[in-house]
């Protein structure tokens, strides 16, 4: 063929695929509230690249491990995959501190495995998010070597240093520092500089136009690849107010208040929209968006021009386990931030991640004789709400946490850290260590359990963190074989949303607010309406919908072959979908 005309197809075909397949189907009438775009009808699938699949044996996960596998992720049903840091990277925080970001990882690859991976994941329909991690970069990045080598270097003002003359800086806390203390001596030029999070993350200063332009540079160095999105890492904390105010007492309870939007966010996000977003097909997601639906929807307000979608971590940051805070306050939460996001704007829906616990151990229950209902439940709960969806791999298979035992099997720089302050405040280890079995973010980064061999599959080698050692039966192989397993029960849900526009688009209606075990909404979209009945605890749980269901249809339930529904009754972690009929 014609390279001319071959590009004018591919790039037809990129148009094709790119617009919103639902606004495709003309008898589906959208309103302009909900203005349909193709990562709004997206499942998005998360890879953390270390614990996925390794190829070559040394217990690292890898790009060509991943490569292997995109028969599994494509079957899944998924639309995109957003994958963890996989530049190069001293590993301080797991790819999270960045030497290098135009190179890959030596442990995951080169880049000729990316450009594959790239290709191989189009091949398949399935779009590529990577994560952006330009709030800091790591110590051992060259902008920062030049940087603290002098006060007259030109790299100085790529982040924030403090003349140790001027006396102590005022204090700013850090989120993984032993001493919580987010500026740190260098003698070399008889300065502090700033690290909110790990020592060896020092802030980039975004108030530099040449920091920002560095990056919109390396952005479009990727883009031009052909990658399909962003997701911004810890943007929120980019912009400082330099001025350096003391911090209010109580600070501490809602840092988000004093770290996150700082003075000038707004306009670097927007400039960005102007000098890169606005170029590209491309989906952007914002990790965290201040403290509030008000916050979110400066970042996502699609008139302001900034990113298409934001997290809210108030869902996720209640608590230990859903028992503590319960369910009504959890309904309350999401409630409240669907209402902001009605009319304008939009949102990502996810109860795991990298940084969490397993979805399963926090929001469900993981004991042998709950673990399977209660994960088809939440997969149920995630699929159904309005928002894109987030699903951590794992989830689907209804991995649980692993509980280490001792502080020897984290590798976490924020477990480790936060264990050495304690230990060097004579604190509460032993107690620390009980906590960190529900809230380590190690227990959802244990590697992937593909089947019944050695290291369930995952590695030939020694794994860099333990397998969770329930994978004999707890596995994909396992799991395909059985029609009604989590996996394949995850399949069903990925099928619903992505035929069903009224879970995609559809108004958000709450019933049975006080109910405190029962999750209860409707999705209406054009006439069609959508019942989703969630019951949160291991007891049959009655509910009270004032609808009549007589005449509705079951579309999915996850107990297996369920007729009919129980007017005022849900199993233990029972989930159904109905669509009501009048
Ligand atoms: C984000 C990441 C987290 C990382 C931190 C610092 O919160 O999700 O894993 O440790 O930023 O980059």
């Given at each position: 063929m014609k390279p001319i005309i071959k590009s004018f197809l591919f790039s037809a075909l990129i148009l094709f695929t790119t617009e919103s397949t639902i606004a495709q189907n003309m008898s589906v009438k959208m309103t302009q509230k909900n203005d349909p775009k193709w990562w709004k009808e997206a499942v998005v699938y998360q890879i953390y690249t270390r614990s996925f699949k390794d190829s070559d044996g040394d217990g690292v996960g890898d790009l060509k491990g991943i490569i292997s596998k995109l028969d599994y992720v494509k079957s899944l049903g998924i639309d995109a995959v957003w994958l963890n840091p996989i530049y190069?990277?001293?590993?301080?925080?797991n790819g999270y501190d960045i030497s290098n970001y135009r190179e890959i990882m030596k442990d995951f690859g080169t880049m000729e495995d990316f450009d594959l991976l790239l290709k191989e994941m189009h091949k398949r329909g399935i779009k590529l998010v990577m994560d952006l991690v330009v709030n800091h970069s790591s110590d051992e990045h060259e902008w920062f070597k030049q940087s603290r080598s002098?006060?007259?270097?030109?790299?100085?003002?790529?982040y924030h240093w403090w003349p140790a003359e001027k006396g102590k800086p005022p204090y700013r806390w850090s989120f993984f520092d032993v001493n919580s203390d987010a500026w740190k001596y260098d003698g070399q030029t008889n300065s502090y500089y700033l690290h909110y999070f790990s020592q060896k993350q020092p802030d980039l200063n975004w108030e530099n136009p040449k920091v920002r332009y560095e990056v919109y540079d390396m952005m479009k160095f990727w883009l031009d690849k052909g990658i399909d999105g962003f997701r911004m890492d810890a943007f929120q904390f980019a912009s400082k107010d330099t001025t350096w105010p003391e911090l209010p007492k109580g600070y501490e309870k809602n840092i988000i208040k004093y770290y996150g939007v700082g003075p000038h966010l707004h306009e670097y996000l927007q400039e960005m929209n102007r000098e890169i977003?606005?170029?590209?097909?491309i989906m952007t997601v914002a990790e965290g968006a201040g403290s509030s639906p008000e916050d979110a929807m400066q970042f996502v307000d699609p008139d302001r021009k900034e990113l298409n979608m934001a997290y809210h971590f108030e869902s996720v940051d209640i608590g230990k386990h859903l028992k503590d805070f319960g369910l009504v306050k959890y309904k309350e939460i999401f409630s409240r931030y669907d209402e902001a996001f009605k009319d304008k704007g939009w949102l990502s829906i996810f109860l795991a991640n990298h940084d969490q616990p397993r979805m399963v151990s926090k929001f469900g229950n993981d004991t042998t004789e709950f673990r399977e209902i209660s994960s088809k439940m939440l997969s149920t709960f995630v699929m159904t709400m309005r928002g894109t969806p987030y699903y951590y791999y794992g989830d689907e298979l209804g991995m649980v946490n692993i509980r280490f035992n001792s502080i020897d099997d984290y590798h976490d720089v924020d477990t480790r850290n936060k264990y050495i302050g304690l230990k060097n405040k004579g604190g509460d280890l032993n107690g620390f260590l009980e906590g960190q079995k529900q809230t380590s973010r190690e227990n959802g980064r244990t590697p992937f359990q593909w089947d019944d061999t050695q290291n369930a599959g995952f590695t030939?080698?020694?794994?860099w963190l333990k397998v969770n050692p329930n994978y004999k039966t707890i596995n994909v192989e396992a799991q395909e074989k059985d029609p009604n397993s989590v996996l394949n029960y995850f399949r069903k849900l990925v099928q619903l949303r992505k035929k069903e526009p009224t879970l995609v688009y559809g108004n958000y209606t709450l019933l049975d607010k006080e109910n405190p075990n029962v999750y209860a909404y409707t999705r209406e979209l054009n006439g069609k309406k959508l019942l989703v009945l969630l019951n949160f605890t291991d007891k049959n749980s009655p509910y009270k919908i004032g609808i009549p269901v007589a005449k509705s249809k079951i579309i999915l339930d996850n107990y297996p072959n369920t007729k009919q529904l129980n007017n005022s009754m849900l199993r233990p972690y029972e989930a159904i979908v109905l669509e009501l009929k009048k």
């Open positions: 190069t990277s001293p590993n301080d925080d002098s006060r007259d270097n030109k790299y100085r003002d790529y977003f606005s170029k590209y097909d030939s080698g020694k794994p």
